[in-house]
């Protein structure tokens, strides 16, 4: 039986809950989530600024599907933000997955919208597949099923470009 009480959000939605958000490294979880379609304990993996080339605009993404995107300006954006201020210990961006789920859900609420967790993952995958980008390249992009791009490779294929356009 589907689950009928997940909502499906538009591009509009996600414009929306990305300003809803406050914090600048709140904003750069839900960027993440929303602009490169990371999972929540994605997220909660990184190491900054060891894991995000600046100057490439990628973001190396540690857990099960290990790989290395090229991303959105949004979340280019947000990333260097946070880079900009010392990271506190006790700060969102160092908080639990938990932590960062709580903020995501905040967000969806100032926004006005209801929503779950993996609702911008699946926005993000939509707008991929909207952009008409290949089946096997959005899986490499987004870890999907544990698809594996090829070594070395930097995952880009258009998606960062069409998140942008769609998100901005």
Do not use: K
């Not at 589907?2 to 839900?30: F, K, M, N, Q, Y």
């Amino acid at each position: 039986m589907p689950d009928l009480t997940r909502v499906t959000l538009t591009p509009e939605h996600g414009r929306a809950i990305l300003h809803a958000v406050e914090g600048t490294e709140a904003r750069a979880a839900v960027a993440l989530m929303f602009a490169a379609g990371l999972h929540g304990r994605e997220v909660v993996a990184l190491r900054l600024p060891a894991d995000y080339d600046r100057e490439a605009g990628v973001l190396r993404v540690r857990g099960e599907t290990p790989r290395t995107i090229r991303l959105a300006a949004v979340c280019r954006t947000a990333l260097d933000a946070v880079l900009r201020i010392p990271l506190s210990p006790w700060g969102p961006w160092r908080g639990s997955v938990t932590t960062r789920s709580g903020t995501l859900v905040r967000a969806l609420h100032r926004a006005g919208l209801a929503g779950d967790i993996h609702a911008p993952r699946h926005l993000a995958l939509r707008l991929a597949w909207e952009a008409h980008a290949d089946p096997l390249r959005i899986a490499h992009y987004f870890g999907v099923d544990g698809a594996l791009p090829p070594a070395g490779e930097v995952c880009d294929h258009g998606i960062p470009a069409a998140l942008d356009q769609a998100l901005r």
